[in-house]
């Protein structure tokens, strides 16, 4: 069965300082990886995905993430943190021989502290 | 566009009413589901449609129905509410499932007492 896991239930940096969201996942097969943003009180919004081709992609707000199929890891990166970009941040994986369904990972709160 | 909407916001039931959540998006989109946001467990999928008429069950089916009558429209019920019903749902639709990002309701904060 498919799987994704967050390690960190919240990851703290101070603005201006990269940041990284960790995610691994367990598929069999090729996976398909997304990660998605949720602010308080809204619903998720997408920000990146990693289907097939580069291993580095890049997202909105200046998000980029790396899939390593070695490591089974697709962390969420960003250069210079944001204090706006305090928020929940979900990863979330399917696979080509089951796209129907989307397992989200239990979410990483990052808190950006001026 | 208005997107996904979704009604109520909140509700309040209790133990045994029925009640319906309410999901429609204005994008053509094929592909729908719902989900439920438990803190400390991420969203769990509940039942998905892949286009009208077709409808299909999540990690967590049990206690709710759906159907898919319109493209537009994808309402979850709620049969006989529990208190382990209390939740935020969020209803999501795509173009179509797997490669393709979805797109999020505001959600329905739901209190079972």
């Known amino acids: 069965a498919q799987s994704v896991a967050q390690p960190e239930d919240q990851v703290n940096v101070a603005e201006g300082n990269p940041l990284t969201v960790k995610c691994t996942y367990s598929?069999?097969?090729?996976?398909?990886l997304f990660w998605y943003v949720q602010y308080p009180n809204r619903g998720l919004q997408f920000l990146l995905k990693?289907?097939?081709?580069?291993?580095l992609v890049k997202g909105s707000y200046g998000f980029e993430a790396e899939f390593n199929k070695s490591q089974t890891s697709f962390h969420l990166k960003k250069p210079s943190a944001l204090v706006s970009d305090s928020a929940l941040y979900f990863c979330?994986?399917?696979?080509?021989?089951?796209?129907?369904?989307?397992?989200f990972g239990t979410g990483t709160r990052l808190q950006v502290f001026p | 566009n208005a997107g996904v909407t979704q009604t109520p916001k909140f509700q309040v039931l209790k133990t045994g009413q029925s009640m319906t959540l309410q999901c429609a998006q204005d994008?053509?989109?094929?592909?729908m589901s719902w989900y439920r946001q438990d803190p400390g467990m991420g969203l769990r999928l509940i039942h998905y449609?892949?286009?009208?008429?077709?409808?299909d069950q999540g990690e967590v089916p049990n206690g709710y129905n759906v159907s898919r009558s319109t493209t537009e429209d994808f309402p979850l019920r709620l049969l006989s509410a529990a208190p382990s019903q209390t939740s935020v749902y969020f209803c999501?639709?795509?173009?179509?499932?797997?490669?393709?990002?979805?797109?999020f309701g505001p959600g329905t904060r739901l209190t079972v007492t």
């Open positions: 598929v069999s097969g090729n996976p398909y």
């Open positions: 449609s892949v286009g009208a008429g077709i409808t």
């Open positions: 999501a639709s795509s173009y179509g499932q797997g490669t393709y990002e979805q797109y």
């Open positions: 994008m053509n989109h094929e592909y």
């Open positions: 990693y289907i097939t081709g580069d291993n």
């Open positions: 979330a994986v399917s696979h080509y021989y089951n796209t129907d369904k989307l397992i």
